[in-house]
């Protein structure tokens, strides 16, 4: 069974920062895409950012600028560095695979999310 697993979340000041990681196996790590999808109350899962197996990166317009994607290949890990959050990124945010050598579309695979909380 493919296991991803979420750490990071948390409560944060409006402009204050956290970063999350997703841990994967080896063999999952090498052949997936990697992401991050967020889901807020009373609203649609949403992609937040996505990176490809080598480096590229995706990112939804509203977090632009503010977050980072990142994988570290040698850790089997991705991480989502989040900057100047607004009360709007308040959502379970979830990690996500998908089989493609190609950006990440259709994921395959999901963590079991973490919560962030944003406080204005």
């Known amino acids: 069974q493919v296991q991803l697993v979420e750490s990071g979340g948390g409560l944060v000041q409006a402009e204050g920062s956290l970063r999350l990681s997703c841990a994967a196996s080896?063999?999952?790590?090498?052949?997936?895409?990697m992401g991050w999808y967020r889901q807020a109350p009373g609203k649609q899962r949403e992609l937040v950012a996505s990176?490809?197996?080598?480096?590229?990166?995706n990112y939804a317009d509203s977090v632009k600028g503010r977050f980072t994607i990142s994988r570290d290949n040698a850790k089997n890990t991705v991480y989502l560095q989040m900057n100047s959050l607004k009360p709007e990124d308040t959502a379970v945010y979830y990690c996500?695979?998908?089989?493609?050598?190609?950006?990440?579309?259709?994921?395959?695979?999901w963590g079991k999310g973490t919560l962030v909380t944003v406080s204005s």
């Open positions: 996500a695979a998908e089989i493609t050598i190609a950006t990440m579309t259709n994921p395959n695979y």
């Open positions: 080896r063999i999952i790590f090498s052949i997936c895409a």
């Open positions: 990176i490809t197996r080598d480096g590229r990166t």
